[in-house]
């Protein structure tokens, strides 16, 4: 399978470097520089006409959106590694549902919380009482989150799998917005093992 990412450092493309270093794929790997645009290129709009990075081209298809990159990498290479679980069992279910929980619902309170009150955003769009509600509703919405992790390690059970790269990548992110994680201390242990996975390191340094 030929596989090319295009991406670039300190962005939605990160965690898909994360996982393919973590999963051990070969692939040829894109940097766009994004403050000159040439992610609104025509050679690139072509792939991905919303003109932002990641776009992973499998096989010379794109296949855009992050968290769709990495559900896929985890279908593709995962299962074999024993880092994503099998189709057809329940935890394949649950990998796609929490994988789409953090990208989809956590990550749209996170974007919320950036735009009311973010030092890189237009002051004129800050919120302080609007901020104040996003940043409850994201400690609220880490609560399933702090149960689960009660009963075991890591998200999918004893052992670390990719899962675990994706939803921490997203809570990791929301951290440097402004979303704690510090009441739920099962999560905030959770992600401080997360972090100290060597591929953090190795990727992006
Ligand atoms: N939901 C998208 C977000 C992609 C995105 O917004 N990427 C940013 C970098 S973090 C980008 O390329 N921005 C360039 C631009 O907006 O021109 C994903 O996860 O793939």
Redesign the pocket.
Known sequence: MNLTLYA?PM??ATPVVHALTELEVDCEIVILD?KAGE??RPDYLAINPH????TLVVDGTPL????AILQWLGEHYGVQRGLWPAAGTPARLEALSWSTWA?VSYGMLVNALNFAQSPNVDARLHHAPLAEEIRRRLARALDPLEARLAAQAWLLGERYSLLDLIVGSVLTHGTYCGASVQRHPRVADWLGRFAQRPVLARTWA
């Open positions: 670039s962005s939605s994004l992610q609104k003109g932002v990075v990641p855009f959106e992050s968290a990208y």
